[in-house]
């Protein structure tokens, strides 16, 4: 059977494996920054409203979901684009502004889905080794740019696995310097840190803000990520999008959720102080660095075998992230912040997976 002819993918994306596997098995999920608690899609729609979603039309242009969303952005509908998540709102953006013969610049460690999608995409990956801990200056995000001419630049605050915030001028500096360049800003997680680049958005027409539903909205599963950007832009994204990418339930559920601001701001609360809790507790831990956080997750370094030490974990019942396959973050592990019972769990089991060896 070896010698079976069978197509093969673009040569770029052969070395490429399966993102966001889910190991089997009931442990407490603490790996991928969603939200712990559970959302029952019937909390937002009712049986009425569910009897008046018509599934036989293709989906409109999700009036009600661009309009609640413009209000809240300070924006007008048409500068909105949605995806099913935000990386498949942001694979649209690097399809229309990267590509063929185009590059990306990353600073690193950061979101590496970023880089796989430019490369699935057909561009090229550049990239800054920032290093940890994360502190992104001026000079060297403008050094950098200069140095890649980049069609792209992507900023990722707060940045995942960091959880660092990057000053807003280091990203303007770079979005006037470079008019030509587009700067997108990952905001996954910006409701936590409490900061945006949305008011500030109409001066600069190269920026592009994402935003998803699957973090403090607790809507991982709906998949509804979210582009903020000049109207020129969206309209050229709208020019090679394929159509209907959202389903009509899904704009549905998301204008529910979108409205309810009041559980976001509970949840930031809650994520804040339970943040704070879970970071006492790894920066008592002997042998571990941990790193401050804007974000619902915490990054910390052990040096050691981040694989055993996961191993162990697991061991425990608590599925957290291995992060060393990323650049710029070996020796690290990054725990997401779970209800407060699971962050018990974690807490309890520090003292376990970093038990001394025996002499
Ligand atoms: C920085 C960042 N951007 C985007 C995403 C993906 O979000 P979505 O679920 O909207 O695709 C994540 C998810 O972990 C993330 O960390």
């Known amino acids: 059977m070896s010698s079976?002819?069978?197509?093969l993918p673009r040569e770029e994306l052969r070395t490429l494996t399966q993102y966001g596997q889910r190991p089997p098995g009931d442990a407490i999920r603490l790996n991928a920054n969603e939200w712990p608690d559970p959302t029952p899609a019937a909390r937002y729609l009712s049986e009425q409203e569910l009897e008046r979603l018509m599934l036989n039309r293709y989906p409109g242009p999700a009036i009600e979901l661009r309009r609640i969303l413009a209000e809240q952005y300070g924006v007008r509908p048409e500068q909105l684009s949605f995806g099913n998540g935000s990386n498949d709102a942001i694979l649209s953006l690097f399809l229309t502004f990267g590509g063929h013969g185009r590059t990306t610049l990353l600073f690193r460690p950061t979101y590496e889905l970023h880089g796989r999608l430019t490369v699935l995409a057909g561009g090229t990956v550049a990239s800054e080794m920032v290093g940890l801990p994360y502190r992104l200056t001026k000079d060297?995000?403008?050094?950098?740019?200069?140095?890649?001419?980049?069609?792209?630049?992507?900023?990722?605050?707060?940045?995942?696995?960091t959880g660092t915030v990057i000053d807003d001028d280091v990203m303007l500096a770079v979005a006037e310097r470079f008019p030509e360049t587009l700067i997108l800003v990952d905001e996954a997680y910006s409701d936590i840190s409490g900061r945006t680049l949305l008011p500030v958005l109409a001066d600069h027409p190269n920026l592009v803000i994402s935003k998803t539903l699957s973090k403090v909205h607790a809507a991982a599963g709906l998949r509804l990520g979210i582009l903020v950007m000049h109207?020129?832009?969206?309209?050229?994204?709208?020019?090679?999008?394929?159509?209907?990418?959202?389903?009509?339930?899904?704009?549905?559920?998301?204008?529910?959720?979108?409205?309810?601001?009041?559980?976001?701001?509970?949840?930031?609360?809650?994520?804040?102080?339970?943040?704070?809790?879970?970071?006492?507790?790894?920066?008592?831990?002997?042998?571990?660095?941990?790193?401050?956080?804007?974000?619902?997750?915490?990054?910390?370094?052990?040096?050691?075998?981040?694989?055993?030490?996961?191993?162990?974990?697991?061991?425990?019942?608590?599925?957290?992230?291995?992060?060393?396959?990323?650049?710029?973050?070996?020796?690290?592990?990054?725990?997401?912040?779970?209800?407060?019972?699971?962050?018990?769990?974690?807490?309890?089991?520090?003292?376990?997976?970093?038990?001394?060896?025996?002499?």
């Open 4 to 7: 079976q002819r069978i197509p």
């Open 140 to 161: 060297r995000a403008l050094a950098a740019t200069e140095r890649e001419r980049p069609a792209i630049v992507v900023f990722c605050t707060p940045n995942n696995p």
């Open 231 to 359: 109207p020129a832009l969206a309209e050229s994204i709208r020019a090679i999008q394929v159509g209907f990418n959202v389903s009509v339930v899904s704009y549905a559920l998301a204008a529910k959720i979108a409205r309810d601001e009041a559980a976001v701001r509970a949840r930031v609360e809650q994520v804040r102080s339970e943040r704070e809790r879970v970071f006492r507790a790894l920066a008592r831990t002997e042998g571990i660095e941990v790193f401050p956080s804007e974000a619902n997750f915490l990054l910390f370094r052990i040096g050691g075998d981040t694989a055993a030490a996961h191993g162990r974990f697991l061991d425990q019942g608590l599925l957290i992230r291995d992060m060393t396959p990323w650049k710029g973050c070996e020796g690290c592990l990054r725990v997401s912040i779970g209800t407060p019972e699971e962050n018990d769990r974690f807490i309890t089991a520090l003292a376990t997976v970093f038990a001394a060896a025996p002499a």
